[in-house]
T-cell receptor, first 109, second 114 residues
Framework: RKEVEQDPGPFNVPEGATVAFNCTYS??????FFWYRQDCRKEPKLLMS???SGNEDGRFTAQLNRASQYISLLIRDSKLSDSATYLC??????????FGQGTRLTINP | NAGVTQTPKFQVLKTGQSMTLQCAQD?????MSWYRQDPGMGLRLIHY???????DQGEVPNGYNVSRSTTEDFPLRLLSAAPSQTSVYFC?????????????FGNGTRLTVT
């Protein structure tokens, strides 16, 4: 089993829709969780950290479920500019960040 | 405001050649790492360093060497390039005061080995 797993998609949703991704992790001792956004042929950029209590940044909401060992990302009122690949990252021990393979999202007009 | 700088941006090598991918950061980050990204595989950790003089292996270290003589620089060396090393390589750094912090990535190096 991979340390961090994501559904690769692609997800194709209409503009204005709400879309959610999950990311499961296998190391129950993991303490740090992040969502990154990667545009085509660019480097990943931090979208948001994921806190135990859940956190929101505008249209984006991230949640952590320790019991089931997954994190989620919800995007509300999606925009064309949200089209990208979304990567989750979880610490795999010893200060290493392990990434999922990414979920490709396309927002259609 | 340079952040993480990688050079070169593109490189083509023949099988068996060696080369060094350069990575420098000006944020005084302790933690630096190298990832490779292949289609459908996500980002895989090659090597990482938690400070000058300290390096460790990641998930896919074979065929790569690193050193960390200064806080700023973390070069990745390919000793004898193989077609399987064709990939996009990202260097990343973070402050990392004892636990993983968000990574800042360089622009990447696209390497093709023929």
């Amino acid at each position: 089993r991979k340390e961090v797993e994501q559904d690769p998609g692609p997800f194709n949703v209409p503009e204005g829709a709400t879309v959610a991704f999950n990311c499961t992790y296998s190391n129950s001792a993991s303490q740090s969780f992040f969502w990154y956004r990667q545009d085509c042929r660019k480097e990943p950029k931090l979208l948001m950290s994921v806190y135990s209590s859940g956190n929101e940044d505008g249209r984006f909401t991230a949640q952590l479920n320790r019991a089931s060992q997954y994190i989620s990302l919800l995007i509300r009122d999606s925009k064309l500019s949200d089209s990208a690949t979304y990567l989750c990252a979880v610490n795999g021990g010893a200060q290493k960040l392990v990434f999922g393979q990414g979920t490709r999202l396309t927002i259609n007009p | 405001n340079a952040g993480v700088t990688q050079t070169p941006k593109f490189q083509v090598l023949k099988t068996g050649q060696s080369m060094t991918l350069q990575c420098a950061q000006d944020m005084n980050h302790e933690y630096m790492s190298w990832y490779r990204q292949d289609p459908g595989m996500g980002l895989r950790l090659i090597h990482y360093s938690v400070g000058a003089g300290i390096t460790d292996q990641g998930e896919v270290p074979n065929g790569y060497n690193v050193s960390r003589s200064t806080t700023e620089d973390f070069p990745l060396r390919l000793l004898s390039a193989a077609p399987s090393q064709t990939s996009v390589y990202f260097c990343a750094s973070s402050y990392s005061p004892g636990k993983p912090s968000p990574l800042h990535f360089g622009n990447g190096t696209r390497l093709t080995v023929t």
